[in-house]
Protein backbone atom coordinates (compact mmCIF):
# COMPACT_ATOMS: atom_id res chain seq x y z
CA UNK A 1 0.00 0.00 0.00
CA UNK A 2 1.33 3.45 -1.13
CA UNK A 3 1.27 6.06 1.80
CA UNK A 4 0.24 9.20 0.73
CA UNK A 5 1.63 11.95 3.05
CA UNK A 6 -0.36 14.68 2.15
CA UNK A 7 -3.69 12.85 2.94
CA UNK A 8 -2.24 11.72 6.55
CA UNK A 9 -1.01 15.16 7.17
CA UNK A 10 -4.67 16.35 6.91
CA UNK A 11 -6.62 13.46 8.41
CA UNK A 12 -4.27 14.59 11.79
CA UNK A 13 -5.42 17.77 11.28
CA UNK A 14 -8.94 17.11 10.96
CA UNK A 15 -8.81 15.26 14.09
CA UNK A 16 -7.02 17.97 15.97
CA UNK A 17 -9.43 20.47 15.00
CA UNK A 18 -12.29 17.70 16.17
CA UNK A 19 -10.28 17.54 19.94
CA UNK A 20 -9.88 21.39 20.18
CA UNK A 21 -13.65 22.09 19.28
CA UNK A 22 -15.16 19.32 21.95
CA UNK A 23 -12.56 20.64 24.45
CA UNK A 24 -13.56 24.20 23.63
CA UNK A 25 -17.49 22.79 23.85
CA UNK A 26 -16.78 20.97 27.62
CA UNK A 27 -15.26 24.57 28.93
CA UNK A 28 -17.78 26.58 27.91
CA UNK A 29 -20.38 24.12 29.62
CA UNK A 30 -18.01 24.21 32.38
CA UNK A 31 -18.51 27.97 32.47
CA UNK A 32 -21.70 28.25 31.95
CA UNK A 33 -21.89 25.55 35.12
CA UNK A 34 -19.50 27.65 37.27
CA UNK A 35 -21.37 31.01 36.28
CA UNK A 36 -24.53 29.47 37.30
CA UNK A 37 -22.90 27.98 40.70
CA UNK A 38 -21.55 31.52 41.16
CA UNK A 39 -24.84 33.05 40.88
CA UNK A 40 -26.63 30.62 42.74
CA UNK A 41 -23.91 31.35 45.99
CA UNK A 42 -24.73 34.79 45.47
CA UNK A 43 -28.33 34.79 45.29
CA UNK A 44 -28.29 32.30 48.15
CA UNK A 45 -25.72 35.11 50.46
CA UNK A 46 -28.36 37.69 49.43
CA UNK A 47 -31.25 36.09 50.54
CA UNK A 48 -29.98 35.15 53.66
CA UNK A 49 -28.40 38.32 54.02
CA UNK A 50 -32.45 39.57 53.40
CA UNK A 51 -33.61 37.30 56.45
CA UNK A 52 -30.84 38.62 59.14
CA UNK A 53 -31.86 42.47 58.69
CA UNK A 54 -34.86 44.04 60.72
CA UNK A 55 -36.80 47.11 61.25
CA UNK A 56 -36.18 49.40 64.76
CA UNK A 57 -38.01 47.74 67.52
CA UNK A 58 -38.14 48.64 71.22
CA UNK A 59 -39.93 46.92 74.58
CA UNK A 60 -39.98 48.23 78.06
CA UNK A 61 -37.40 45.96 80.01
CA UNK A 62 -36.24 46.16 83.80
CA UNK A 63 -33.35 48.16 84.75
CA UNK A 64 -29.77 46.48 84.84
CA UNK A 65 -28.38 45.22 87.93
CA UNK A 66 -27.53 47.67 90.42
CA UNK A 67 -28.80 50.92 88.48
CA UNK A 68 -31.59 52.69 90.01
CA UNK A 69 -33.26 55.89 88.47
CA UNK A 70 -36.37 56.88 90.03
CA UNK A 71 -39.04 57.66 87.41
CA UNK A 72 -36.89 56.12 84.33
CA UNK A 73 -38.60 53.71 81.62
CA UNK A 74 -36.23 51.15 80.72
CA UNK A 75 -36.07 50.06 76.84
CA UNK A 76 -34.54 47.20 75.54
CA UNK A 77 -33.70 47.95 71.14
CA UNK A 78 -33.18 46.01 68.87
CA UNK A 79 -32.71 46.34 65.08
CA UNK A 80 -29.64 48.57 64.83
CA UNK A 81 -28.16 49.05 61.18
CA UNK A 82 -31.04 46.69 60.29
CA UNK A 83 -29.53 43.83 61.60
CA UNK A 84 -31.56 41.36 64.09
CA UNK A 85 -29.11 40.48 66.75
CA UNK A 86 -27.69 44.16 67.90
CA UNK A 87 -29.39 45.40 71.47
CA UNK A 88 -29.08 48.61 72.64
CA UNK A 89 -30.48 49.48 76.60
CA UNK A 90 -32.09 52.73 77.16
CA UNK A 91 -33.44 54.75 80.10
CA UNK A 92 -36.45 57.05 79.48
CA UNK A 93 -36.79 60.39 81.82
CA UNK A 94 -40.26 62.38 81.78
CA UNK A 95 -40.96 65.70 83.70
CA UNK A 96 -43.97 64.83 85.93
CA UNK A 97 -46.28 66.73 83.99
CA UNK A 98 -48.72 65.62 81.66
CA UNK A 99 -48.54 66.64 78.18
CA UNK A 100 -46.49 66.48 75.08
CA UNK A 101 -42.74 67.83 75.31
CA UNK A 102 -39.77 68.08 73.56
CA UNK A 103 -37.31 65.22 73.16
CA UNK A 104 -33.73 65.29 74.19
CA UNK A 105 -30.91 62.25 73.09
CA UNK A 106 -28.23 62.08 75.40
CA UNK A 107 -25.14 60.68 73.90
CA UNK A 108 -22.44 59.29 76.74
CA UNK A 109 -18.62 59.43 76.39
CA UNK A 110 -16.50 56.91 75.57
CA UNK A 111 -16.18 55.26 78.80
CA UNK A 112 -19.56 54.22 78.10
CA UNK A 113 -23.26 54.77 79.72
CA UNK A 114 -23.47 55.48 83.07
CA UNK A 115 -25.71 55.53 85.71
CA UNK A 116 -24.57 59.44 86.26
CA UNK A 117 -25.60 59.64 82.35
CA UNK A 118 -28.90 58.82 83.45
CA UNK A 119 -29.30 60.89 87.15
CA UNK A 120 -28.68 64.07 85.24
CA UNK A 121 -31.11 63.28 82.68
CA UNK A 122 -33.79 62.74 84.91
CA UNK A 123 -32.48 66.20 86.68
CA UNK A 124 -33.11 67.48 82.79
CA UNK A 125 -36.07 66.35 82.37
CA UNK A 126 -38.16 67.83 85.02
CA UNK A 127 -37.51 70.90 82.87
CA UNK A 128 -40.05 69.84 80.61
CA UNK A 129 -38.20 67.38 78.12
CA UNK A 130 -38.38 63.83 77.50
CA UNK A 131 -34.96 62.35 77.79
CA UNK A 132 -33.13 59.42 76.01
CA UNK A 133 -30.39 57.91 77.39
CA UNK A 134 -29.12 55.00 75.44
CA UNK A 135 -25.61 53.35 74.67
CA UNK A 136 -24.23 53.67 71.09
CA UNK A 137 -21.16 51.34 71.94
CA UNK A 138 -20.16 48.99 73.25
CA UNK A 139 -20.95 49.31 77.20
CA UNK A 140 -19.50 46.38 80.02
CA UNK A 141 -21.48 45.19 82.53
CA UNK A 142 -18.19 46.08 85.12
CA UNK A 143 -18.49 49.80 86.97
CA UNK A 144 -16.39 52.69 85.92
CA UNK A 145 -13.62 54.15 88.11
CA UNK A 146 -14.66 57.58 87.86
CA UNK A 147 -12.12 59.91 90.44
CA UNK A 148 -11.49 57.27 92.52
CA UNK A 149 -15.24 55.81 93.05
CA UNK A 150 -16.78 53.30 91.14
CA UNK A 151 -20.04 54.14 88.86
CA UNK A 152 -22.34 51.67 87.60
CA UNK A 153 -22.65 51.09 83.85
CA UNK A 154 -25.67 50.72 81.83
CA UNK A 155 -24.36 47.69 79.77
CA UNK A 156 -25.14 46.91 75.94
CA UNK A 157 -23.52 43.91 75.62
CA UNK A 158 -25.03 42.70 71.76
CA UNK A 159 -24.56 46.51 70.41
CA UNK A 160 -22.67 45.42 67.32
CA UNK A 161 -23.86 48.12 64.62
CA UNK A 162 -22.16 51.41 63.88
CA UNK A 163 -21.94 54.15 65.78
CA UNK A 164 -24.23 55.86 63.55
CA UNK A 165 -26.65 52.91 63.10
CA UNK A 166 -26.92 52.65 66.79
CA UNK A 167 -27.32 56.76 67.16
CA UNK A 168 -29.94 56.38 64.41
CA UNK A 169 -31.91 53.62 66.37
CA UNK A 170 -32.11 55.69 68.95
CA UNK A 171 -32.97 58.73 67.59
CA UNK A 172 -36.04 56.64 65.54
CA UNK A 173 -37.35 54.84 69.06
CA UNK A 174 -37.06 58.37 70.69
CA UNK A 175 -39.19 60.60 68.10
CA UNK A 176 -41.86 57.42 68.46
CA UNK A 177 -42.50 57.44 72.25
CA UNK A 178 -45.39 58.63 73.63
CA UNK A 179 -45.52 62.01 74.78
CA UNK A 180 -42.83 63.13 72.53
CA UNK A 181 -43.82 66.45 70.48
CA UNK A 182 -43.71 66.32 66.87
CA UNK A 183 -40.94 68.50 65.07
CA UNK A 184 -37.08 69.27 66.02
CA UNK A 185 -35.56 67.68 68.75
CA UNK A 186 -32.62 68.06 70.52
CA UNK A 187 -28.96 66.13 70.85
CA UNK A 188 -26.43 66.46 73.91
CA UNK A 189 -23.51 65.07 74.22
CA UNK A 190 -20.54 64.85 76.82
CA UNK A 191 -16.80 63.83 76.08
CA UNK A 192 -17.12 62.03 73.28
CA UNK A 193 -20.49 61.90 72.72
CA UNK A 194 -20.17 66.02 71.91
CA UNK A 195 -18.70 65.77 68.68
CA UNK A 196 -21.36 62.80 67.53
CA UNK A 197 -24.18 65.01 68.90
CA UNK A 198 -22.48 67.75 66.34
CA UNK A 199 -22.05 65.68 63.33
CA UNK A 200 -25.78 64.69 63.47
CA UNK A 201 -26.56 68.35 62.06
CA UNK A 202 -24.52 67.84 58.90
CA UNK A 203 -26.98 64.96 57.85
CA UNK A 204 -30.57 66.10 59.72
CA UNK A 205 -32.77 68.74 59.38
CA UNK A 206 -34.78 68.08 62.43
CA UNK A 207 -32.12 68.91 65.20
CA UNK A 208 -32.87 72.39 67.02
CA UNK A 209 -30.22 72.61 69.32
CA UNK A 210 -26.99 71.08 70.51
CA UNK A 211 -25.21 70.92 74.09
CA UNK A 212 -22.06 69.92 74.61
CA UNK A 213 -19.92 68.68 77.66
CA UNK A 214 -16.33 69.08 77.66
CA UNK A 215 -15.81 68.24 73.94
CA UNK A 216 -13.29 70.34 71.92
CA UNK A 217 -13.60 69.34 68.36
CA UNK A 218 -16.58 68.77 65.35
CA UNK A 219 -17.97 69.78 62.01
CA UNK A 220 -16.39 73.07 60.72
CA UNK A 221 -19.93 74.68 60.87
CA UNK A 222 -23.00 73.37 62.87
CA UNK A 223 -26.85 73.96 61.35
CA UNK A 224 -28.21 74.39 64.92
CA UNK A 225 -27.59 77.01 67.70
CA UNK A 226 -25.10 75.18 70.10
CA UNK A 227 -24.37 75.34 73.75
CA UNK A 228 -20.71 74.77 74.77
CA UNK A 229 -20.13 73.68 78.46
CA UNK A 230 -16.79 72.79 79.80
CA UNK A 231 -14.00 73.00 83.13
CA UNK A 232 -11.31 75.50 83.17
CA UNK A 233 -9.00 72.45 85.05
CA UNK A 234 -10.29 69.75 82.58
CA UNK A 235 -7.31 67.39 82.69
CA UNK A 236 -8.31 65.43 79.43
CA UNK A 237 -9.79 68.25 77.34
CA UNK A 238 -8.71 72.06 77.44
CA UNK A 239 -10.70 74.59 77.96
CA UNK A 240 -8.31 76.42 75.38
CA UNK A 241 -9.36 74.02 72.58
CA UNK A 242 -13.35 74.39 73.76
CA UNK A 243 -12.51 77.94 72.86
CA UNK A 244 -10.71 77.56 69.68
CA UNK A 245 -13.33 75.34 68.34
CA UNK A 246 -16.22 78.02 69.74
CA UNK A 247 -14.42 80.67 67.83
CA UNK A 248 -14.25 78.35 64.44
CA UNK A 249 -18.17 77.77 65.00
CA UNK A 250 -18.48 81.81 65.05
CA UNK A 251 -16.73 82.12 62.60
CA UNK A 252 -18.52 79.98 60.49
CA UNK A 253 -22.01 81.80 61.24
CA UNK A 254 -22.98 79.38 63.69
CA UNK A 255 -25.03 80.66 66.68
CA UNK A 256 -22.81 79.67 69.87
CA UNK A 257 -23.52 80.31 73.20
CA UNK A 258 -20.53 79.14 76.05
CA UNK A 259 -19.69 78.47 79.85
CA UNK A 260 -16.19 77.94 81.11
CA UNK A 261 -16.53 76.75 85.00
CA UNK A 262 -13.77 78.31 86.82
CA UNK A 263 -12.03 74.75 88.08
CA UNK A 264 -14.53 72.30 86.88
CA UNK A 265 -13.63 68.79 85.68
CA UNK A 266 -14.13 66.57 82.84
CA UNK A 267 -17.95 66.10 82.31
CA UNK A 268 -19.29 68.99 84.56
CA UNK A 269 -22.84 67.94 83.72
CA UNK A 270 -22.33 65.11 86.11
CA UNK A 271 -19.61 66.97 88.61
CA UNK A 272 -19.46 69.65 90.98
CA UNK A 273 -21.23 72.19 88.73
CA UNK A 274 -24.22 69.82 87.98
CA UNK A 275 -26.73 71.95 88.91
CA UNK A 276 -25.77 75.35 87.12
CA UNK A 277 -25.13 73.31 84.46
CA UNK A 278 -28.60 71.87 83.87
CA UNK A 279 -30.11 74.59 84.45
CA UNK A 280 -28.35 76.38 81.49
CA UNK A 281 -29.46 73.44 79.06
CA UNK A 282 -32.92 73.70 80.07
CA UNK A 283 -33.02 77.40 79.42
CA UNK A 284 -31.15 76.60 76.34
CA UNK A 285 -33.28 73.69 74.70
CA UNK A 286 -36.25 75.71 75.86
CA UNK A 287 -35.47 78.42 73.69
CA UNK A 288 -35.01 77.04 70.81
CA UNK A 289 -37.12 73.66 71.02
CA UNK A 290 -40.92 74.17 70.72
Not at 141 to 155: C, K, W, Y
Amino acid sequence: MTYNKDRGVGSANRWISLLIGLSLGLAACGGQNLASNATAATTAVASNATAATAAIRWSETAAPPGVNVPGAQWLKIEGAGGLSNTVQLAAVLRPAATGTFPLVVWLHGSDGALLTDATAASLLSAGGFVVLVGCWKFTPESADLIRGSPVPRIPCLQNIATTDDSIQALIEVGQQLPGVKKGSFGTFGVSAGGPLALQLTTTRTDIGAVVVDSSPRGPAKVSAPVLILGGTADLTVSAEAQQTYEQALRDAGTTVEAHYYEGGLHAVTVGDFQVDAIKRMIDFYGRYLK
